[in-house]
């Protein structure tokens, strides 16, 4: 079953024709809030799984396209789900969207042949109630012109076909752009990385007498343990080394050699692939699941095999070790191989793996946190601390990173567990802390929620909706989701503490405080930790301050810029290669100027793959590219911010007031 939707159908605001055939229009997106839009209420919609359309970015960069699902109430924000979808520049792509995903239960959308991430937002709406579909573009530096091709509602899943063309050449790098440090032959790459790993051999520690082995200040001399902790000085919150020295962690994300780029699907853009076969096989990720092959290629580790060979995870680790000293960095972040972790002997962080869930979940990722089964995961989940329990150089374990429940503004999960149309745990609390509230009186709680339940029992079955009742039910829905949270951050945090109680529970990595809610299982641990991508972190740590009487962590920032050799920035944008050390800068020393600071980790060593990795992510935010040549005029901002660091935290420099150039991101 199949419809089209025709062009005469098609509604225009804020944005310009500028081309029209039977096929496609060319639509110019002059303005962010710019948008074509089309009636569907009267269309059976619910006959239909997919809505699909091609697109073609004519842009040289990769654009963020939207698609805005729209109930009959589209004046509400809460009634709107936006899926957001990265596309290449140049490159004919088909965009399926399965409208089961308007249940808002999925975060990340499965990639697709041709396109880049897909990540949906917003708050789930009802498909029986969709109304209007929007297709806009998220705001860039310039005019975006975009080929819209006849959209199609249909219940098959499509084919995907892509146009042959080469966009990745022999070392991982964009073909059809030139930039400084371009890497031009496999000779030059020789030439740069035998010099790198000469160099490598004259670098044994930190490049400042004043820092101890573990990277802490000197200057400063607390009590030392053995181990990582956490101190406040009167004035502001310190890590503590090992040592005893004070320290604030200066960290780098995913210390690997190379990121991986997905193959499966998009080989015909590559210019060169080698086979698998002997030493090249360390390039190579071949995952097999149900007879079906996903393969993923590394040019960052082919590019290392070509000069060194058999040695070139050695020779990659010897350099990178000694840039980490150099740049002044004393912690190696999430997502780092434990051979290189190891292999340094540095300060690291721990990302602790297969989170605690149930079966049965209440939202996304959301388990049924009062159920005796969250706790036996949760015990199963801690023992993976036992063999890192002793080790001097772990700093702490982050418990998750950015759980999916939480990319919801404002999100009831209270409400969203009261719609389960099954058994929970935390429905029984949910019932005995809504009958204590009450008194036991069912007359009193219908009243107050505007019911008419002939007991509590009956909250069993499912209720939509169930904060707009009332105001008296918004309001205890919310409670309640706090006890949720807390529950959901206090069960894992004990059991990690009975296998490790020796080093930091570093928190979850919040993408955002997307509520107030997610303070509340703060209590459990030692340090409160969110990804923070703003240009100056300060208001963010000082908010999150009020809230949290604890040392904060960031874990994740970043910037990007478009004058190398990449198609997208990142979270955040800025002109130049220079704009992005002045950014790292003015993030770093306005970080450690707050009393609560105790570091942050830039994401991430490598510029990820012109192609995408897993998830479609092709960012220019590494501080080398996929050759690993530094980009120098970022480097050059990085080794004067992190030597000075510590100046700045203790109130004896000032911090820097050179600020980026800030351009509108392009990143999805």
């Given at each position: 079953m199949?419809?089209?939707?025709n062009f005469?159908?098609?509604?225009?605001e804020?944005?310009?024709?500028?081309?029209?055939?039977?096929?496609?229009?060319t639509?110019n997106f002059?303005?962010?809030?710019?948008?074509?839009y089309f009636?569907?209420?009267?269309?059976?919609i619910?006959?239909y799984?997919?809505?699909?359309v091609d697109?073609?970015?004519?842009?040289?960069?990769s654009?963020?396209?939207?698609?805005?699902?729209c109930e009959?109430?589209?004046?509400?924000?809460?009634n709107?789900?936006r899926?957001?979808i990265?596309?290449?520049p140049k490159?004919?792509t088909?965009i399926?969207i399965?409208?089961?995903v308007l249940?808002?239960?999925?975060?990340?959308?499965d990639?697709t042949?041709g396109?880049?991430k897909?990540?949906?937002?917003?708050h789930?709406?009802?498909?029986s109630k969709l109304?209007?579909?929007k297709?806009?573009?998220i705001?860039?530096f310039?005019?975006?012109n975009?080929?819209i091709y006849?959209?199609i509602?249909?219940d098959?899943?499509?084919?995907?076909?892509?146009?042959?063309?080469?966009?990745?050449?022999?070392?991982?790098q964009l073909?059809f752009?030139d930039?400084t440090?371009k890497?031009?032959?496999?000779?030059e790459?020789?030439?740069?990385?035998?010099?790198?790993?000469?160099k490598?051999?004259e670098i044994?520690?930190?490049?400042?007498?004043?820092?101890s082995?573990?990277?802490?200040?000197?200057?400063r001399?607390?009590?030392?343990?053995g181990?990582f902790?956490?101190?406040f000085?009167?004035n502001?919150w310190?890590l503590?080394?090992?040592?005893?020295?004070?320290?604030?962690?200066i960290?780098?994300?995913c210390v690997?050699p190379?990121?991986h780029?997905r193959v499966?699907?998009?080989?015909?853009l590559y210019?060169?692939?080698?086979?698998?076969?002997?030493?090249?096989?360390?390039?190579?990720?071949?995952?097999?699941?149900?007879g079906?092959?996903d393969?993923?290629?590394?040019f960052?580790i082919?590019?290392?095999?070509?000069i060194?060979?058999q040695?070139?995870?050695e020779?990659?680790?010897?350099?990178?070790?000694?840039?980490m000293y150099?740049?002044?960095?004393n912690t190696?972040?999430?997502?780092?191989?434990?051979?290189?972790i190891?292999y340094?002997k540095m300060p690291?962080v721990?990302?602790?793996?297969?989170?605690p869930?149930t079966?049965?979940?209440?939202?996304?990722?959301?388990?049924d946190?009062?159920?005796?089964e969250?706790k036996?995961?949760?015990?199963?989940?801690?023992?993976q601390?036992?063999?890192f329990?002793?080790?001097?150089?772990m700093?702490g374990?982050f418990l998750?990173n950015e759980?999916h429940?939480?990319f919801?503004d404002?999100l009831?999960?209270?409400?969203?567990?009261?719609?389960?149309d099954?058994?929970?745990a935390?429905k029984?609390?949910?019932i005995?802390?809504?009958?204590?509230?009450?008194?036991?009186?069912?007359?009193?709680f219908?009243k107050?929620?505007n019911?008419s339940l002939?007991?509590?029992a009956?909250l069993?079955?499912p209720?939509k909706?169930?904060?707009?009742l009332?105001q008296?039910s918004k309001?205890?829905?919310e409670?309640?989701?706090?006890?949720m949270?807390e529950?959901?951050?206090k069960?894992?945090?004990?059991?990690?503490?009975?296998v490790?109680?020796?080093?930091?529970?570093?928190?979850?990595?919040?993408a955002w405080i997307?509520?107030?809610?997610?303070?509340?299982?703060s209590?459990?641990?030692?340090?409160f930790?969110i990804?923070?991508?703003?240009?100056d972190?300060?208001?963010?740590?000082?908010?999150?301050?009020?809230?949290v009487?604890k040392?904060?962590l960031?874990?994740?920032f970043?910037?990007?810029?478009?004058?190398?050799?990449?198609?997208?920035?990142?979270?955040?944008a800025?002109?130049t290669?220079?704009?992005?050390?002045?950014a790292?800068?003015?993030y770093?020393?306005?970080?450690?100027s707050?009393k609560?600071?105790?570091g942050?980790?830039?994401?991430?060593?490598n510029?990820?793959?012109?192609l995408g990795r897993f998830?479609?992510e092709?960012?220019?935010?590494?501080?080398v590219?996929?050759?690993?040549k530094?980009?120098?005029?970022?480097?050059?901002f990085?080794v004067k911010t992190?030597?000075g660091?510590?100046?700045?935290?203790?109130?004896?420099?000032n911090k820097?007031n050179?600020?980026p150039?800030?351009?509108?991101?392009v990143?999805?």
């Amino acid at each position: 079953m199949e419809e089209m939707i025709n062009f005469s159908e098609i509604s225009l605001e804020n944005c310009l024709k500028v081309q029209e055939t039977s096929n496609y229009l060319t639509i110019n997106f002059y303005d962010p809030n710019g948008f074509l839009y089309f009636d569907v209420s009267k269309k059976e919609i619910e006959k239909y799984k997919y809505f699909i359309v091609d697109v073609e970015n004519q842009e040289n960069f990769s654009v963020g396209i939207t698609f805005d699902f729209c109930e009959n109430e589209n004046n509400n924000k809460n009634n709107i789900l936006r899926i957001l979808i990265g596309i290449l520049p140049k490159l004919k792509t088909r965009i399926c969207i399965p409208f089961e995903v308007l249940n808002g239960q999925t975060l990340f959308l499965d990639r697709t042949p041709g396109r880049l991430k897909a990540v949906v937002q917003g708050h789930k709406i009802d498909i029986s109630k969709l109304a209007i579909i929007k297709i806009g573009i998220i705001k860039a530096f310039k005019n975006v012109n975009v080929k819209i091709y006849n959209p199609i509602l249909t219940d098959i899943q499509p084919e995907y076909p892509l146009p042959d063309i080469k966009y990745v050449d022999e070392f991982g790098q964009l073909t059809f752009k030139d930039w400084t440090d371009k890497t031009k032959s496999e000779e030059e790459l020789k030439t740069f990385l035998l010099s790198e790993l000469e160099k490598s051999s004259e670098i044994k520690s930190f490049q400042n007498n004043n820092l101890s082995g573990y990277g802490g200040w000197k200057n400063r001399k607390f009590h030392a343990t053995g181990f990582f902790r956490t101190e406040f000085d009167g004035n502001r919150w310190w890590l503590v080394d090992p040592e005893g020295y004070a320290f604030i962690s200066i960290g780098l994300d995913c210390v690997n050699p190379g990121e991986h780029a997905r193959v499966t699907w998009m080989e015909k853009l590559y210019s060169k692939l080698p086979e698998k076969e002997g030493i090249i096989n360390d390039a190579w990720d071949i995952y097999n699941e149900n007879g079906i092959e996903d393969k993923y290629f590394s040019f960052g580790i082919y590019n290392l095999i070509k000069i060194f060979g058999q040695n070139w995870w050695e020779s990659w680790a010897k350099i990178t070790k000694s840039r980490m000293y150099i740049w002044g960095f004393n912690t190696i972040g999430n997502w780092t191989d434990l051979k290189f972790i190891k292999y340094a002997k540095m300060p690291y962080v721990l990302p602790l793996e297969n989170f605690p869930t149930t079966k049965k979940t209440i939202f996304r990722d959301f388990p049924d946190v009062f159920s005796n089964e969250y706790k036996e995961n949760s015990e199963a989940f801690a023992t993976q601390l036992k063999q890192f329990e002793d080790d001097k150089y772990m700093i702490g374990y982050f418990l998750t990173n950015e759980p999916h429940w939480a990319f919801v503004d404002n999100l009831n999960i209270a409400q969203e567990m009261l719609e389960c149309d099954f058994e929970l745990a935390s429905k029984d609390a949910f019932i005995d802390f809504i009958s204590k509230k009450y008194n036991n009186d069912i007359k009193l709680f219908n009243k107050s929620w505007n019911l008419s339940l002939n007991n509590f029992a009956e909250l069993k079955k499912p209720i939509k909706k169930a904060s707009r009742l009332s105001q008296n039910s918004k309001n205890d829905l919310e409670e309640f989701s706090k006890l949720m949270v807390e529950m959901f951050c206090k069960v894992p945090s004990e059991e990690t503490k009975k296998v490790d109680p020796n080093h930091l529970n570093l928190g979850m990595r919040f993408a955002w405080i997307s509520s107030d809610a997610l303070y509340a299982g703060s209590k459990y641990f030692d340090v409160f930790s969110i990804n923070c991508y703003q240009m100056d972190p300060y208001e963010d740590i000082d908010k999150i301050s009020k809230n949290v009487n604890k040392p904060i962590l960031i874990g994740e920032f970043h910037f990007g810029a478009l004058d190398r050799g990449l198609l997208a920035t990142g979270l955040r944008a800025v002109k130049t290669q220079e704009d992005r050390g002045k950014a790292y800068q003015i993030y770093m020393e306005s970080g450690v100027s707050h009393k609560n600071f105790v570091g942050a980790h830039y994401f991430i060593l490598n510029d990820q793959a012109v192609l995408g990795r897993f998830d479609g992510e092709n960012y220019q935010i590494g501080i080398v590219d996929v050759c690993h040549k530094p980009y120098k005029e970022f480097a050059d901002f990085i080794v004067k911010t992190n030597y000075g660091l510590y100046e700045v935290a203790a109130g004896r420099r000032n911090k820097s007031n050179q600020y980026p150039i800030e351009i509108p991101r392009v990143a999805f």
